[in-house]
């Protein structure tokens, strides 16, 4: 399986970005989906997921209440709503896919990742 996200830009605070990860390959192998985030200096950390169905879904707190998570499976593609936006939310965005039908907030629950893509935003 492999991963394309995509979306990320520079935006100032308070605004919006949606961020995409298409999924190619071998997709029947990727059920739970996640996004993680990865700022300087810092260790990647779990931002949010989604299940196969899409009817399970978690936030991390930090998130909660501002970014939303969808998927469209006939497209093999995971979304990610991000509203109200702060600085503390630059970082560098990945996504992410298990074999698992799981919503997961560890790095290793993830079998396939995809390259990042960054999101800048400025006070």
């Known amino acids: 399986v492999q991963l394309q996200a995509f979306g990320g830009g520079l935006v100032q605070a308070g605004g919006s970005l949606r961020l995409s990860c298409a999924a190619s390959?071998?997709?029947?192998?990727?059920?739970?989906m996640g996004w993680f985030r990865q700022a300087p200096g810092k260790e990647r950390e779990f931002v949010t997921a989604?299940?196969?169905?899409?009817?399970?879904?978690r936030y991390a707190d930090s998130v909660e209440g501002r970014f939303t998570i969808s998927r469209d499976n006939a497209k093999n593609t995971v979304y990610l709503q991000m509203n109200s936006l702060k600085p503390e939310d630059t970082a560098i965005y990945y996504c992410?896919?298990?074999?698992?039908?799981?919503?997961?907030?560890?790095?290793?629950?993830?079998?396939?990742w995809g390259q990042g893509t960054l999101v800048t935003v400025s006070s």
């Open positions: 992410a896919a298990s074999r698992r039908d799981t919503v997961g907030t560890m790095t290793w629950v993830y079998d396939y």
């Open positions: 989604i299940s196969w169905s899409g009817s399970i879904t």
């Open positions: 390959g071998r997709t029947s192998s990727a059920y739970g």
